[in-house]
C-alpha cells in the first residue's frame, strides 16, 4: 500500500498530483498541432457522429459535474442542444427524446448501477447511439457502448474523484471540438482551442505549485461547518465539484451556487462562520461577480477567492485571493478544479479524516 502511494501520504495527494500527466495521456494522439483527430475518438466516430442533432448526458456523482461542464461546451462550440441529468433520475421518468440524440454516459468506473441502467433504457428509447465516456477498460459501461473515449487516468484509489475528472473534460472537449467541426467551427478557433487543450497539463503543474498557499488557507475551514462555493457559467459545475470535495472528505456542510442566484436565498446565511470560495477566471463574467463578492463582503462574509493574475484582485481584511495563471475560457474549468482539490484535500487532513475512504461513501456504486 504504502509503496504504491510513492512519497505522497495519501491516494487522493498522489491521484491530484498525476493530473499534468494523465490530462497529458488523455489527449495523446488524439491532436495535431491544429486539430482534433476524429478517428482517434473511435473506429466508429465519423458514422456515429455524422447526423448527431442533440445530445443528452447522464452520469452520477462526480462524472456529472463533468457532464454539466460539458454542456457549456457543446452548445457554445458546437451549437447544439445538450441536456444533462443524474443517471437516478433520468432512468425514473417519461421522456421526449428528439430525433438524432446521442445518448452520452460518463462513468469513471463504468459500473455504476443507475448509469448502466439508464443506458439499458436508453438503447431501447431510440436514441441514435451511445457513446461512454470511461476510464475502466472491459468495464460494463464501455462493452454495452457503440463509442467509448477511454480516459486515460489510470487506476483511481481515492474515494473521491480527482483525476478522473480532469480527464473526464480533457475527453469531453476532444469530443465537442469534433463535433463543434461538423457543426461549423472556423478551422482557426478549432487550432486556438487545440493550442489552448495543450498548454493544459503545464497549467495544471503551475497550480500544483501553490500546494503550500493553499494549505494554509485551509486553516481557515477547519472550524466551520458550513461553506458556499460561488461561479458563474461553465465554472458553476467546477463550483459544484469543489463543493463535493470538500463535503466528501471534511464532512463540512458545502454548497455550490451559481453566483448570480446568491441573492435569491444563500446571501442570509453568509456571515463570518460561513466561508465563501469563488472561482474567477478572467472571463465574460468577471465584472458581474465581482459585484457579487461585494455582496458577500459586505455581510462580513470571509472570502476565498481563486482568480487570474489579470483580474487585480486586492487581497485585503476578510478577502484572500489565490492567484492563478491566465488561462483560455474554454479550459479554465480544467485548471480550476485543482485549487478546489487541494482546498478539500489539506481541510481533510488537519481535520484528520479518512482521506481516502471517507465515511458512507464507495469508490464505485454498484448497486441502487
Ligand atoms: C461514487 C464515487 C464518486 C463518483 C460516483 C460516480 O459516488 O464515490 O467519486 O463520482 O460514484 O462514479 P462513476 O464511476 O460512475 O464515475
Not at 463509442?147 to 487516468?153: D, E, G, H, P, W
Not at 475528472?165 to 476532444?174: E, G, H, K, V
Not at 471540438?177 to 495544471?204: F, Y
Request: net charge negative; proline share 5%.
Amino acid at each position: 500500500d504504502a509503496a504504491e502511494k510513492g512519497d505522497y501520504r495519501h491516494f487522493m495527494l498522489k491521484e491530484i498530483h498525476e493530473q499534468s500527466r494523465v490530462v497529458q495521456a488523455t489527449m495523446e494522439g488524439r491532436l495535431t498541432d491544429r486539430r482534433v483527430l476524429e478517428q482517434a475518438l473511435g473506429t466508429d466516430a465519423e458514422n456515429l457522429l455524422q447526423d448527431v442533432r442533440h445530445v443528452q448526458i447522464i452520469a452520477c456523482g462526480t462524472s456529472y459535474h463533468a457532464g454539466m461542464v460539458a454542456r457549456y461546451w457543446i452548445e457554445e462550440l458546437a451549437g447544439i442542444p445538450c441536456s444533462v441529468e443524474v443517471a437516478s433520475e433520468f432512468r425514473y421518468r417519461k421522456h421526449v427524446i428528439q430525433p438524432d440524440t446521442l445518448f452520452l454516459c460518463i462513468s469513471q468506473s463504468g459500473e455504476t448501477a443507475d448509469t448502466l441502467a439508464a443506458l439499458r433504457q436508453a438503447k431501447e428509447a431510440g436514441f441514435r447511439a451511445a457513446l461512454a465516456i470511461c476510464n475502466v477498460p472491459g468495464s460494463s459501461l464501455v462493452r454495452e457502448s457503440d463509442l467509448v473515449i477511454m480516459t486515460q487516468a489510470g487506476p483511481e484509489i481515492g474515494v473521491a474523484s480527482t483525476k478522473a475528472f480532469t480527464t473526464q473534460l480533457t475527453a469531453l472537449l476532444l469530443f465537442t471540438l469534433a463535433l463543434a467541426r461538423r457543426n461549423g467551427l472556423p478551422e482557426a478557433e478549432e487550432a486556438d482551442m487545440v493550442q489552448a487543450l495543450r498548454q493544459v497539463p503545464g497549467q495544471i503543474d503551475q497550480v500544483l505549485a501553490l500546494d503550500t498557499p493553499i494549505a494554509r488557507l485551509s486553516e481557515a475551514f477547519v472550524d466551520k461547518h458550513h461553506s458556499l462555493f460561488l461561479g458563474r457559467g461553465s465554472q458553476f459545475p467546477v463550483a459544484l465539484e469543489g463543493a463535493l470535495k470538500l463535503k466528501e472528505i471534511s464532512y463540512i456542510h458545502a454548497e455550490a451556487y451559481p453566483a448570480g442566484e446568491l441573492k435569491h436565498g444563500p446571501l442570509a446565511l453568509v456571515d463570518s462562520e460561513m466561508p465563501v470560495v469563488t472561482v474567477a477566471p478572467n472571463n465574460a463574467l468577471m465584472e458581474k461577480l465581482r459585484s457579487n463578492l461585494e455582496e458577500v463582503r459586505a455581510r462580513g462574509g470571509e472570502l476565498f477567492v481563486f482568480a487570474d493574475e489579470a483580474v487585480g484582485l486586492a487581497e485585503e481584511p476578510g478577502v484572500h485571493v489565490m492567484n492563478m495563471p491566465s488561462v483560455h475560457p474554454i479550459t479554465a474549468p480544467i485548471v480550476y478544479t485543482i485549487p478546489l482539490q487541494l482546498l478539500s484535500y489539506h481541510v481533510a487532513v488537519l481535520k484528520g479524516t479518512d482521506v481516502d475512504q471517507p465515511r458512507n461513501l464507495a469508490k464505485s456504486v454498484t448497486v441502487e
